[in-house]
């Protein structure tokens, strides 16, 4: 009966947005609304990879309306990282999009880097680029091969996972976390990348093509999965524009932003690689973007090992970056810059910056204000799957429960940073 | 470079920076669509534009810098609340990211309002993107979206009674006594 109530809500506050706006924004229930059926789906359900919970109106199969529910997890990320030093605040982003951390951990430090007007050198930009990459690629392979499991083939996702292991172990030679990796620190990397590192990606990148070739030899011309998902939850450039999609999903409906062409970060302009964009931007041209654009990151990281320039693989900023521990022993100003910094006594110029990376899902923006202090005065995190989640009612109506499903997975929304 | 080429190198123009010229077209333009004394406070903090104007224009503004065929504002990136508890009078602020995808060029707009009188125009009808944006800060600023189809909480639970992310409400519970540091104060 609560959720009868609730959902008596819902339609009050639909009616009235109906009235005003009519045909926008929220689906409109139609009258013979008492014949309808509501279905709770989720939050807990293993079906929607995360905690969301959607509260469907049912006509028979076909979805008539949804009214998603949001912030099951919401960690209150930037009322806590008010009180956080700058480095400390690299651990609330790891729990953002927790499938590519590393891009969240890397775009933070360029975010402080921009403000305090550090310039990080190239090795430790390439070792940069190396790792985003990386994690894309770990990305773009949940999404996908998650999808498979959802159209019933699940197959492929073992197929893959063991290669999303295998990224994991690389990063654990770079930064000694898997998941939550707190990778680099500001001004550079943590330590350079070691010889085991290097051995394990080039194992990789000679082992993984073969793989995702089968991989890709499974799905993108698998009849059954074709009749799953083409023309499945479409939406037109135009709307995904004004849903503020970004990401993959935007170029599966033929829009060719990426942030790493138009306002490239961390030296992506020496690095030659193509923009796969879809066509109608259903759930299939989503899917064949992903899998293309894990192709396009692979030709970075070779092109990026090749040419690795030597040189350090942090800046020269003592102010910010951590002093390495035996001159801390022995030196005496060393060992006061450690102490400032733990503390976290060093003050960030006055200022607002704006510093947006290609994430996994889109583009990921730090909106960081300082008025000079230890702490940021405010930091507002541009989040891409909550800004396009918004659409997904709208994706879904009018389809099947089963397509729905395969749709949200599509989408590549993380619980964890879709709620922040 | 030939030594001729070296000599004349310093008297040469110094090219300019292509961000600040860009800038400086893109308020040019501003002006002129929208009247002088509209925009304040102008500067362009790392290069981007921003600039503060008031909430009766705001929506005008980015209604017409959207339709604009020149500019083509067609994608708002992201917008966000923000609380100045020592500014009498414009204690809470709306925070805009507007991005023209066609010529790359961002645009950072603000607007600030009294925190009695927290009341600001929806952007739901230009962009379909505002309509949880909005929710979003209404949640945590309870900043009151006129015209909004559904203004209500989206991240904290439905029954809180305060808008957290205002700057009255600490981190810390003050109540707490095992965490006062002696030394820094905090």
Same mark, same amino acid.
């Given at each position: 009966?609560?959720?009868?109530?609730?959902?008596?809500?819902?339609?009050?506050?639909?009616?009235?947005?109906?009235?005003?706006?009519?045909?926008?924004?929220?689906?409109?229930?139609?009258?013979?609304?008492?014949?309808?059926?509501? +279905?709770?789906?989720?939050?807990?359900?293993?079906?929607?990879?995360?905690?969301?919970?959607?509260? +469907?109106?049912?006509?028979?199969?076909?979805?008539?309306?949804?009214?998603?529910?949001?912030?099951?997890?919401?960690?209150?990320?930037?009322?806590?990282?008010?009180?956080?030093?700058?480095?400390?605040?690299?651990? &609330?982003?790891?729990?953002?999009?927790?499938?590519?951390?590393?891009?969240?951990?890397?775009?933070?430090?360029?975010?402080?880097?921009?403000?305090?007007?550090?310039?990080?050198?190239?090795?430790?930009?390439?070792?940069?680029?190396?790792?985003?990459? &990386?994690?894309?690629?770990?990305?773009?392979?949940?999404?996908?091969?998650?999808?498979?499991?959802?159209?019933?083939?699940?197959?492929?996702?073992?197929?893959?996972?063991?290669?999303?292991?295998?990224?994991?172990?690389?990063?654990?030679?770079?930064?000694?976390?898997?998941?939550?990796?707190?990778?680099?620190?500001?001004?550079?990397?943590?330590?350079?990348?070691?010889?085991?590192?290097?051995?394990?990606?080039?194992?990789? &990148?000679?082992?993984?093509?073969?793989?995702?070739?089968?991989?890709?030899?499974?799905?993108?011309?698998?009849?059954?999965?074709?009749?799953?998902?083409?023309?499945?939850?479409?939406?037109?450039?135009?709307?995904?524009?004004?849903?503020?999609?970004?990401?993959?999903?935007?170029?599966?409906?033929?829009?060719?932003?990426?942030?790493?062409?138009?306002?490239?970060?961390?030296?992506?302009?020496?690095?030659?690689?193509?923009?796969?964009?879809?066509?109608?931007?259903?759930?299939?041209?989503?899917?064949?973007?992903?899998?293309?654009?894990?192709?396009?990151?692979?030709?970075?990281?070779?092109?990026?090992?090749?040419?690795?320039?030597?040189?350090?693989?942090?800046?020269?900023?003592?102010?910010?970056?951590?002093?390495?521990?035996?001159?801390?022993?022995?030196?005496?100003?060393?060992?006061?810059?450690?102490?400032?910094?733990?503390?976290?006594?060093?003050?960030?110029?006055?200022?607002?910056?704006?510093?947006?990376?290609?994430?996994?899902?889109?583009?990921?923006?730090?909106?960081?204000?300082?008025?000079?202090?230890?702490?940021?005065?405010?930091?507002?995190?541009?989040?891409?799957?909550?800004?396009?989640?918004?659409?997904?009612?709208?994706?879904?109506?009018?389809?099947?429960?089963?397509?729905?499903?395969?749709?949200?997975?599509?989408?590549?929304?993380?619980?964890?940073?879709?709620?922040? | 470079?030939?030594?001729?080429?070296?000599?004349?190198?310093?008297?040469?123009?110094?090219?300019?920076?292509?961000?600040?010229?860009?800038?400086?077209?893109?308020?040019?333009?501003?002006?002129?669509?929208?009247?002088?004394?509209?925009?304040?406070?102008?500067?362009?903090?790392?290069?981007?534009?921003?600039?503060?104007?008031?909430?009766?224009?705001?929506?005008?503004?980015?209604?017409?810098?959207?339709?604009?065929?020149?500019?083509?504002?067609?994608?708002?990136?992201?917008?966000?609340?923000?609380?100045?508890?020592?500014?009498?009078?414009?204690?809470?602020?709306?925070?805009?990211?507007?991005?023209?995808?066609?010529?790359?060029?961002?645009?950072?707009?603000?607007?600030?309002?009294?925190?009695?009188?927290?009341?600001?125009?929806?952007?739901?009808?230009?962009?379909?993107?505002?309509?949880?944006?909005?929710?979003?800060?209404?949640?945590?600023?309870?900043?009151?979206?006129?015209?909004?189809?559904?203004?209500?909480?989206?991240?904290?639970?439905?029954?809180?009674?305060?808008?957290?992310?205002?700057?009255?409400?600490?981190?810390?519970?003050?109540?707490?006594?095992?965490?006062?540091?002696?030394?820094?104060?905090?």
């Amino acid at each position: 009966m609560a959720v009868n109530d609730a959902l008596a809500g819902t339609h009050k506050i639909q009616e009235e947005a109906a009235a005003q706006r009519p045909g926008q924004l929220m689906p409109i229930l139609n009258d013979f609304s008492q014949e309808l059926t509501t +279905l709770n789906l989720g939050p807990t359900h293993p079906a929607t990879h995360g905690i969301f919970q959607n509260i +469907l109106q049912m006509d028979g199969e076909r979805i008539v309306s949804g009214v998603p529910t949001i912030g099951y997890i919401h960690r209150a990320f930037e009322k806590l990282a008010e009180r956080k030093p700058f480095y400390q605040i690299t651990t &609330l982003t790891d729990r953002m999009n927790y499938c590519s951390s590393p891009i969240n951990n890397l775009g933070w430090h360029m975010t402080v880097e921009k403000l305090l007007g550090v310039t990080v050198p190239k090795r430790a930009q390439y070792i940069r680029v190396i790792m985003m990459e &990386l994690a894309r690629i770990a990305d773009h392979l949940i999404c996908n091969s998650i999808l498979g499991v959802d159209t019933g083939a699940f197959t492929g996702f073992l197929y893959v996972f063991q290669e999303r292991e295998k990224i994991y172990e690389i990063y654990e030679e770079v930064c000694g976390a898997r998941l939550t990796t707190n990778m680099g620190r500001v001004g550079g990397m943590e330590r350079d990348l070691s010889p085991a590192a290097i051995d394990k990606l080039r194992a990789w &990148l000679k082992s993984f093509p073969a793989v995702m070739k089968e991989f890709e030899n499974m799905f993108n011309r698998n009849r059954i999965f074709m009749d799953r998902v083409v023309n499945v939850g479409p939406i037109s450039a135009e709307k995904a524009l004004s849903y503020g999609f970004t990401g993959p999903n935007l170029r599966a409906a033929g829009v060719d932003y990426d942030v790493r062409a138009m306002n490239p970060y961390s030296s992506y302009e020496d690095f030659e690689f193509d923009i796969p964009v879809g066509t109608n931007g259903d759930t299939y041209d989503r899917f064949i973007v992903r899998n293309e654009e894990i192709w396009q990151s692979l030709r970075i990281i070779n092109q990026a090992l090749d040419k690795l320039p030597d040189g350090p693989y942090h800046a020269d900023a003592p102010h910010y970056y951590l002093p390495t521990k035996p001159e801390v022993y022995k030196n005496m100003e060393a060992l006061i810059y450690h102490f400032k910094i733990v503390m976290g006594e060093i003050d960030a110029p006055v200022g607002e910056v704006y510093h947006s990376v290609e994430g996994g899902n889109g583009e990921l923006g730090f909106y960081l204000i300082s008025d000079g202090g230890r702490t940021p005065y405010r930091l507002h995190f541009r989040r891409p799957c909550f800004i396009y989640y918004q659409a997904y009612p709208e994706m879904a109506v009018g389809t099947t429960l089963s397509d729905a499903i395969v749709i949200l997975s599509s989408m590549n929304v993380i619980a964890g940073e879709l709620d922040a | 470079m030939t030594p001729q080429d070296a000599a004349a190198a310093p008297e040469a123009p110094v090219a300019e920076d292509p961000i600040k010229a860009q800038n400086a077209q893109v308020l040019a333009l501003l002006t002129r669509l929208f009247g002088e004394g509209t925009f304040t406070d102008v500067h362009e903090p790392y290069g981007l534009l921003t600039a503060t104007t008031t909430r009766e224009r705001i929506h005008d503004i980015i209604a017409g810098l959207q339709q604009d065929q020149e500019l083509k504002f067609h994608f708002l990136t992201t917008m966000c609340g923000i609380n100045y508890p020592e500014n009498p009078g414009k204690e809470l602020g709306m925070i805009y990211h507007l991005h023209s995808m066609t010529k790359n060029i961002r645009l950072r707009l603000k607007i600030f309002f009294p925190l009695a009188d927290p009341v600001v125009p929806t952007l739901t009808d230009l962009y379909n993107t505002a309509n949880w944006m909005e929710r979003e800060a209404y949640d945590f600023f309870g900043v009151i979206f006129t015209g909004h189809p559904n203004l209500i909480r989206i991240l904290n639970v439905e029954d809180m009674d305060y808008h957290p992310m205002r700057k009255q409400y600490p981190v810390e519970d003050g109540t707490r006594e095992d965490k006062t540091d002696l030394f820094f104060g905090r």
